[in-house]
């Protein structure tokens, strides 16, 4: 099956720098990587995708760069805000229905 | 508004009990899962459904129901519940197949206590 992890259970920032969250995954033929934000008492919310055939997608002040040799992904937040505070999941899917979430990431921002 | 409803948003249920989480949506997707998140721990799939009629079970099944009598409803019933099944469920939906985008919507979860 497949594995997916996390380097940092959390990340502390200060408002206005860069927020760089890692992912990493165990399965070679997954092919779809989300990227999803959870703030507090809600459900997660999708933020970026990319497939295995690219390796950036920019969004609204979000980057997810994919490096497929190493099997990592990350997300970047650019100039990152006080709302952008919550916890963060990487997901990830092969040919199965079945996606695997990894633990998450708390994104710490302090003002 | 168009998404997932889950019903109720907070439930206790004392050891034995049974009930029923309720989960609708409107964007008439096939593909609908339940999720159950515990303190520290990613989400870890229960049951998923890519269409009505047509059920299967996830990574951690055991003790929990489900049936896809129709696209909208996609019910999860607990049996006889017990502390361990304490946690925030969440059920989730998207358009399914191929290569299609597989972004899902969440409800807003349930907390359940067993007590």
């Known amino acids: 099956g497949e594995s997916v992890g996390l380097h940092l259970p959390t990340l502390s920032v200060q408002e206005g720098d860069n927020s760089i969250i890692n992912c990493a995954y165990s399965?070679?033929?997954?092919?779809?990587f989300i990227w999803y934000k959870q703030e507090s008492g809600k459900g997660p919310q999708f933020i970026i995708d990319?497939?295995?055939?690219?390796d950036k997608r920019q969004g609204q002040r979000v980057t997810v760069l994919l490096n497929k040799t190493v099997k990592h992904l990350s997300l970047q937040i650019a100039a990152t805000q006080p709302g952008d505070s919550a916890v963060y999941f990487c997901?990830?899917?092969?040919?199965?229905?079945?996606?695997?979430f990894g633990r998450g990431t708390s994104l710490i921002v302090h003002p | 508004n168009a998404g997932v409803t889950q019903t109720p948003k907070f439930q206790v249920l004392k050891t034995g009990q049974s009930m029923t989480l309720q989960c609708a949506q409107d964007?008439?997707?096939?593909?609908m899962s339940w999720y159950r998140q515990d303190p520290g721990m990613g989400l870890r799939l229960i049951h998923y459904?890519?269409?009505?009629?047509?059920?299967d079970q996830g990574e951690v099944p055991n003790g929990y129901n489900v049936s896809r009598s129709t696209t909208e409803d996609f019910p999860l019933r607990l049996l006889s519940a017990a502390p361990s099944q304490t946690s925030v469920y969440f059920c989730?939906?998207?358009?399914?197949?191929?290569?299609?985008?597989?972004?899902?919507?969440f409800g807003s979860g349930t907390r359940l206590t067993v007590v």
């Open positions: 990319i497939r295995s055939n690219m």
């Open positions: 399965n070679s033929a997954s092919d779809y």
């Open positions: 459904s890519v269409g009505a009629g047509i059920t």
């Open positions: 997901v990830v899917k092969g040919g199965s229905y079945i996606p695997t």
């Open positions: 964007m008439n997707h096939e593909y």
């Open positions: 989730a939906s998207s358009y399914s197949g191929g290569q299609g985008g597989y972004g899902y919507t």
